[in-house]
């Protein structure tokens, strides 16, 4: 199951609105094939890893497939996965998550312990439940899982003084950055954050098939301050930057019912702080900088996390270094 998990991260932020599924096919402690779900439309994990197994020359009779999560049942935009286990004659199904929809849920264990298929389930869930944590939180909530990310000085600064350039970490933690940016689907910045920094806000990694994810600006004065030659204002294969304004949590609301599962905040302190005082962060990821910084613009500004009663802390937590920089990476979760 850790192999499957392994191969469904091969898809994330490229299968919106399906969920980005692994799966192995094993037998006697062999691994017969693999694969993942790349991207909506496209055949599932399992039917990759089927195929990955035949195209090496194996018949998958008796064998045993693990996958991320429950396997469709039905027909959507390709057949039923529980048909292409059962016509490939394997004998036993595990799978990590449930499908958190409830119409679906169960459906695969029927069908396939009906067929004589054995099955087994819940294995490396809490696992399977952070890969698909946009898929979801998604069909739980109907809002998107949000990631905020920010790059700090010693004294929670973002930005350096005037004429010192615009960053704090070196370029190992900026790679980082875009392997994070690899992961999701759409990045929220603000308005006055593309007018102080014109950034590109884009995938620059390496994986291949990676969709650039949908860039977004919350703002009140759409295309204001931004000349033309900005880099928002420029299409790539995500379309037209969207700019977006009013209530966050409708806003948030919007994007999920566009497709778009997991969004990775880069923005100010203002913007930030509002997030999370409607309670709208998942997860967090700050890279500190070994320096001070000075000025007064804040990682968590505004009114910020003041006016919760309840104090944003991280469970989950890793400490990774990159370069001189240190990464702290985390789940939200309240007191
Ligand atoms: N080190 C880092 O990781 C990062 C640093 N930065 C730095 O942060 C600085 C900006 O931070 P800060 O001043 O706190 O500002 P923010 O980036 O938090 O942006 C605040 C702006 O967000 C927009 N906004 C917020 N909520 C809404 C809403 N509900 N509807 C519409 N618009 C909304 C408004 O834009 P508008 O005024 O257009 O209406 C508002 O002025 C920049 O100098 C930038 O360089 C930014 C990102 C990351
Ligand atoms: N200053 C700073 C960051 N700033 C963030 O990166 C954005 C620029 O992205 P791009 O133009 O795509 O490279 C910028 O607007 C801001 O959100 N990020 C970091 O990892 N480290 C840093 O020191």
């Not at 850790?2 to 094993?26: D, F, I, W, Y």
């Not at 759409?186 to 291949?208: C, F, K, M, Q, V």
């Not at 509002?274 to 990682?299: F, I, K, N, R, S």
């Not at 009114?303 to 802390?313: H, T």
Request: proline share 6%; charged share 25%.
């Amino acid at each position: 199951m850790e192999l499957a998990l392994r191969e469904g991260e091969k898809g994330q932020g490229q299968t919106a609105p399906n969920p980005s599924v692994g799966a192995v096919v094993v037998r006697g402690g062999e691994i017969l094939g693999k694969g993942y779900h790349p991207g909506a439309g496209l055949p599932h994990a399992e039917v990759h890893a089927i195929a990955n197994a035949r195209s090496q020359g194996h018949d998958l009779a008796g064998s045993e497939i693990f996958v991320t999560l429950e396997p469709c049942s039905t027909t959507g935009r390709t057949p039923p996965c529980t048909s292409a286990i059962l016509q490939a004659g394997i004998k036993r199904v595990v799978w990590a998550a449930d499908d958190p929809n409830p119409a679906h849920c169960g459906a695969a264990r029927q069908i396939l312990e009906a067929a004589g298929i054995e099955v087994a389930t819940s294995v490396l869930v809490d696992e399977a439940e952070y890969l698909h944590r946009g898929f979801f939180k998604v069909q739980r909530t109907g809002l998107p899982w949000v990631i905020v990310k920010t790059a700090m000085s010693l004294d929670g600064r973002i930005t350096r003084p005037s004429g010192e350039g615009q960053w704090l970490t070196g370029s190992e933690a900026r790679a980082d950055v875009q392997i994070l940016r690899g992961e999701v689907d759409a990045i929220l910045t603000s308005g006055e954050t593309a007018r102080r920094d014109n950034p590109r806000l884009d995938y620059r990694g390496e994986r291949p098939g990676k969709k650039q994810p949908v860039r977004v600006v919350a703002t009140e004065y759409p295309l204001a301050g931004l000349p033309a030659e900005a880099h928002l204002l420029q299409p790539n294969e995500s379309g037209a930057t969207r700019f977006v304004s009013g209530d966050l949590r409708e806003i948030m609301a919007s994007l999920a019912a566009d497709g778009l599962q997991t969004v990775l905040v880069e923005a100010g302190g203002k913007l930030v702080g509002q997030l999370l005082d409607a309670g709208l962060v998942d997860e967090w990821v700050t890279y500190l900088a070994p320096l001070v910084a000075g000025g007064d613009v804040v990682a968590v500004g505004g009114e910020g996390c003041s006016v919760l009663d309840e104090r944003p802390r991280l469970k989950n937590v890793s400490y990774q270094q990159f370069g001189a920089d240190i990464r702290v990476r985390g789940l939200l979760r309240r007191d």
